[in-house]
């Protein structure tokens, strides 16, 4: 069985406050893009997990279960006892961009375990089981445009389509970790929801949605400043970071000619859906 899980972005990321735990109250609205990664799953008599990163090195074997396709597969095999299975994992998204590409690998293992082995988990069930991967695991389960809050754990959907729009993600390969991204942060209740933003025009965007993370980390990175700004001098109709990582993409309402603007870096552009 192959699938191809795709990534996201967050359009606008409001950090709202500490939490007693350590972690963070946000809120942010995620949308499903067409830039994927590809998982095949066979039947095996052992189980294996094998993952090529683009632009690291090929066939790097993991065997240690500290990928999350391994960790989905585990929790299945110990709550269901499914056989042993035969993972490959061909990266595409970059790893640690702020596009959920981990968490989408890890929820596409889960689906895709439960069809071939006809466990017949419903949709509750798998953002549950998901969710104990990771707080934006769930997501990718039903994979549609949510308001997304708490830990970025809780859903809410929003209707709000961005079909036909034109996307362009760019990432400039620098590794940001989501330690460093959160300890530049200073959290705020912003004055008006992000969902009442969201539902006004898109040229409104550029001036009342932002992703909180570019305050502290364009100042160490001047280069995803001028990703951001070459977007708009594009014609972006709306551009900005991807959740703590280092992508940035801009909407545009039709096809923008990029060319080779940003090379060397990793570029995707195609239409929303």
Known sequence: MIVFPNAKINIGLNIIE????GYHNIESF?????WTDV???VPANKFSFQCNFRGIAPAIQMDNGSNLCEKAYNLLHERYQIPPVSIHLLKSIPIGAGLGGGSADAAFTLTALNELFELGLNTETLCDLAGKLGSDCPFFIENRPVIC???GNQFEELELSLQDKWLVMVNPGIAISTIQAYSGVKPHI??????KLLLEPISKWKE??????????FPQYPALERIKSDL???????????GSGSTLYGIFEMEPEIKNNFLPFSVWKGKLS
Do not use: H
């Open 39 to 41: 998982l095949e799953i």
């Open 208 to 217: 009342t949605i932002f992703n909180d993370f570019e305050k502290s980390l």
């Open 149 to 151: 809050s708490g830990t």
């Open 30 to 34: 995620f949308y499903p893009t067409g």
């Open 18 to 21: 500490k939490r007693p735990d």
């Open 190 to 195: 912003p004055s008006d929801s992000l969902q």
């Open 232 to 242: 708009y001098q594009a014609g972006a109709a709306y551009a900005s970071m991807s």
